[in-house]
Nanobody
Framework: QVQLVESGGGLVQAGGSLRLSCAAS????????MGWFRQTPGKERDIVAA????????YYADLVKGRFTISRDNAKNTVYLQMNSLKPEDTAVYYC??????????????????WGQGTQVTVSS
């Protein structure tokens, strides 16, 4: 059974940092694109960052560009999201996702077949 398990969320003050981890089990994703999305109540789940299979290509949403960094360790089957200079508007449930078939990064939810359960990030002002 394939599982993606996020960790590292929590409560932080504005300006602080958090590092999210997403550990995959059940199959290897070393040849697959992965991404981070976030969602707030009543809104769509939006892309935050994406990374190709090797880590050589990344994408960031404009709202997080320059503050967040996505990376991966294929030996550990894990993807990370380093979040710096956090703002209250970054408060959301963060989900990691893995594609089942593509090596190139994608911003579309449709290419990600596997999703974690989500981890809450709350940034206080």
């Amino acid at each position: 059974q394939v599982q993606l398990v996020e960790s590292g969320g929590g409560l932080v003050q504005a300006g602080g940092s958090l590092r999210l981890s997403c550990a995959a089990s059940g199959r290897t994703f070393s040849r697959n694109a992965m991404g981070w999305f976030r969602q707030t109540p009543g809104k769509e789940r939006d892309i935050v960052a994406a990374i190709n299979w090797s880590g050589s290509s990344t994408y960031y949403a404009d709202l997080v560009k320059g503050r967040f960094t996505i990376s991966r360790d294929n030996a550990k089957n894990t993807v990370y999201l380093q979040m710096n200079s956090l703002k209250p508007e970054d408060t959301a449930v963060y989900y990691c996702a893995a594609s089942s078939f593509t090596t190139t990064l994608s911003t579309s939810k449709n290419v990600y077949a596997y999703w974690g359960q989500g981890t809450q990030v709350t940034v206080s002002s």
